[in-house]
Structures are given as C-alpha cells and as structure tokens.
C-alpha cells in the first residue's frame, strides 16, 4: 500500500466514525440531574467523585461532600476543598468498625449522618453531592436502604449525586445512571507500601 492510499482509507475510517459519534450526540438531547456510584474492589472510587469536585468548581458550580466512613482525618482532598468557598465538607462518620466496634454508636453515628446528608439532598443550591462511603452504612445495616433510595429520588431535578464505596446494592445500582465498577488488579499496600501522600490520602 503506497503512502497516500494509507491516507485515503485513515481519511474514509475517520469520517465513518465521525458520523457514528456525531450521531451518538445528536441522539443524546437531555439534561438532568445525574446519579453515579463507584464500586467494586479497585482504588479510584472516591478520588474520582472528588476530581469531579474540581470540574464542577471549574463551572461555578456548588459542592456538598458528606463522608461517611472517616478512617483518615488528615485527606489532601478535604484539607484543599475545605478552602473553596463553594464547598460544603462534612465528616460524618466516626472510623472504621473495627476501631469503634460498638453497634449502636455506629447506627446512631450514621443516621445523624444521614439526616446532614437529606439535607444538602433537599437544598437545589447543591449543584453536586459526593455521598462517600455510603455503602458501608447500608451494608452493615446501619441506614435502611429504601429510605436511601427514596431521598435521592426525592432530590432536586437538576441535582447530580455521586455515591461511593465498596459492594453497592443492586437497587441503588439500579436507580444510577452511571455505574462503574473499579478492578483491583494490583495495589501497592499488599507489596507493603504504606499509603502515600497525594495518592492514598
Ligand atoms: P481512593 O480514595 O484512593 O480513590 P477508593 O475510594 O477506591 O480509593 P477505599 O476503599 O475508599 O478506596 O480506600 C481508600 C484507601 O484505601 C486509599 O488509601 C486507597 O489507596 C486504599 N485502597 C483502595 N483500594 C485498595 C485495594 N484494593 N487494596 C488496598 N488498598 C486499597
Ligand atoms: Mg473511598
């Protein structure tokens, strides 16, 4: 194949595929408020929602954090976003339940949380909602999931929610409109790494 028939079919293949995606964002004609949740075993899913902080702070947007699981108290992303005006952080969790190992401190702890939480999901001016680790609270029994799912139903229109943590329901998943599930192929903690500034916290 001489050099400018290699151009021709690169120049045929790309207008194919411009049409496809031209047509793809054509088809895509809504807006609304979105539902996302960060699963699975792989890091990345709550230093994802908070990049996102970033993005909607690009776009004067305002940010309601609300942690459910403390197990750091010293986060970059909380020591950064606590200065932006238009971020609202909230620590509602105490640490891990294997360091706090009392049943009804935990539930009491996570639905207090929850009620903070149902409050930045009842006020329009958030224009976007990390619930991080919230699985957990779920999981363990310590919120009632379909007081959950019943909240963010409820929510503002245009109000985008990103929900984290490990082992999502199926129903929450369910309701999301983007869902992704992190892979755990490899971390640096099991070769005996502690976790680093600027990457794990
Ligand atoms: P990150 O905050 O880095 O995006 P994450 O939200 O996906 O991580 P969490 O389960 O909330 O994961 O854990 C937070 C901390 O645990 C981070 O320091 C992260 O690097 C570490 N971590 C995440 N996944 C794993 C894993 N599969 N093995 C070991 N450590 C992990
Ligand atoms: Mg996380």
Redo the contacts with the bound molecule.
Sequence with gaps: MTDTERAQRYQTRMQRQKKVVDAAIARADRTQGLLLV?TG????????AFGMIARALGHGMRVGVAQFIK?RTDTGEEAFYRSQQNVIWHILGEGFTWDTQNLERDTETAQRGWAVAQSMLQDPTFDLIILD?LTYPIKFGWLDLSMVLNDLKERPPMQHVVV???AAPDALCAMADTVTE?T?IK?A??AGIQ?QKG???
Aim: hydrophobic share 20%.
């Design positions: 960060h075993n792989g890091k990345g899913k709550s230093s994802s197990g680790e984290t943590g490990r992190m755990d971390h903690f099991r976790a990457i794990d916290l």
